[in-house]
Nanobody, 122 residues
Framework: QVQLGESGGGLVQAGGSLRLSCIAS????????MGWYRQAPGKQRELVAG???????NYADSVKGRFTISRDYAKRSVYLQMNSLKPEDTAVYYC????????????????WGQGTQVTVSS
């Protein structure tokens, strides 16, 4: 059973910083990609930042230059450094991972964390 566990959310003033962490637990063959999504009240879940299977990082336009995604797949982890936070960054942030669970199965499965709340006050 693969699980994703997030940490690092909280309340911060505008202009402040937070660092989110996500670690994948359980038994599996390989992580293909990991990334971060967010969902604000009344809005759809959106990609914040993520890695492609080729290793490139993608960012939402709204966070470019402020957020940095990093990964350590040996530690089964992905991180999101968020600087210069704005009130509009307030949302529940979700870790996402596409994981190949078994070497004999050429499929990947999509997993989500439980979410961590980020609140930015003005």
């Amino acid at each position: 059973q693969v699980q994703l566990g997030e940490s690092g959310g909280g309340l911060v003033q505008a202009g402040g910083s937070l660092r989110l962490s996500c670690i994948a637990s359980g038994s599996f063959f390989r992580i293909n990609t990991m990334g971060w999504y967010r969902q604000a009240p009344g809005k759809q879940r959106e990609l914040v930042a993520g890695f492609t299977s080729g290793g490139s990082a993608n960012y939402a336009d709204s966070v470019k230059g402020r957020f940095t995604i990093s990964r350590d797949y040996a530690k089964r982890s992905v991180y999101l450094q968020m600087n210069s936070l704005k009130p509009e960054d307030t949302a529940v942030y979700y870790c996402n991972a596409r994981i190949r669970t078994r070497v004999e199965l050429p499929y990947e499965y999509n997993y989500w964390g439980q979410g961590t709340q980020v609140t930015v006050s003005s």
